[in-house]
T-cell receptor, first 108, second 115 residues
Framework: GEDVEQSLFLSVREGDSSVINCTYT??????LYWYKQEPGAGLQLLTY?????DMKQDQRLTVLLNKKDKHLSLRIADTQTGDSAIYFC????????FGAGTTVTVRA | NAGVTQTPKFQVLKTGQSMTLQCAQD?????MYWYRQDPGMGLRLIYY???????DKGEVPNGYNVSRLNKREFSLRLESAAPSQTSVYFC??????????????FGPGTRLTVL
């Protein structure tokens, strides 16, 4: 099956940019997703990118995809306290495979 | 429009007990999923139902059974609970299993502890 790896923790100062990284193994993955999970809640889709794209921007979010290195990143500009959450990378061939999640802590 | 609802929110079981986790969606989605979330492991797919009347095993199906009761409802049953099944269980639904527009909408989760 697909292996998806993420670093487990990220601490960032309020107002700075956050960059969350993800690597995956299956080059046939067609769609790649970023989900956000707030405490005690389910997952919410933030954004996704097609495998034939290099970059996608959506307001404060920028997704970069390097297919050669099988590397996906999510950049959050001007990080706010409300961005504190767990962020999951997920990749799709016939099903979604999730990484373990990166816990982002925003400090004042 | 409630989205995906799950009951119960919390449950404590003793080893060997059985229980059914309920999930319902009101978005007229064809596909539904059950995941478990364990610390440091992300979400793992237990079972899914691509459409009403079909169910398929996911990554970690052992110890579980599912029923797609109708288009709206997808239940997960633990016949004989074990401590290894202590986890947070999420139900999700999507329009279909294929395509980028296959956004999965998640329920709030059921926190299950097996003693």
């Amino acid at each position: 099956g697909e292996d998806v790896e993420q670093s487990l923790f990220l601490s960032v100062r309020e107002g700075d940019s956050s960059v969350i990284n993800c690597t995956y193994t299956d080059s046939s993955s067609t769609y790649l997703y970023w989900y956000k999970q707030e405490p005690g809640a389910g997952l919410q889709l933030l954004t996704y990118i097609f495998s034939n794209m290099d970059m996608k921007q959506d307001q404060r979010l920028t997704v970069l995809l390097n297919k050669k290195d099988k590397h996906l990143s999510l950049r959050i500009a001007d990080t706010q306290t409300g961005d504190s959450a767990i962020y999951f990378c997920a990749v799709k061939d016939y099903k979604l495979s999730f990484g373990a999640g990166t816990t982002v802590t925003v400090r004042a | 429009n409630a989205g995906v609802t799950q009951t119960p929110k919390f449950q404590v079981l003793k080893t060997g007990q059985s229980m059914t986790l309920q999930c319902a969606q009101d978005m007229n989605h064809n596909s539904m999923y059950w995941y478990r979330q364990d610390p440091g492991m992300g979400l793992r797919l237990i079972y899914y139902s691509a459409s009403e009347g079909t169910t398929d095993k996911g990554e970690v199906p052992n110890g579980y059974n599912v029923s797609r009761l109708n288009k709206r409802e997808f239940s997960l049953r633990l016949e004989s609970a074990a401590p290894s099944q202590t986890s947070v269980y999420f139900c999700a639904s999507s329009e279909s299993v294929a395509g980028a527009e296959n956004e999965q909408f998640f329920g709030p989760g059921t926190r299950l502890t097996v003693l």
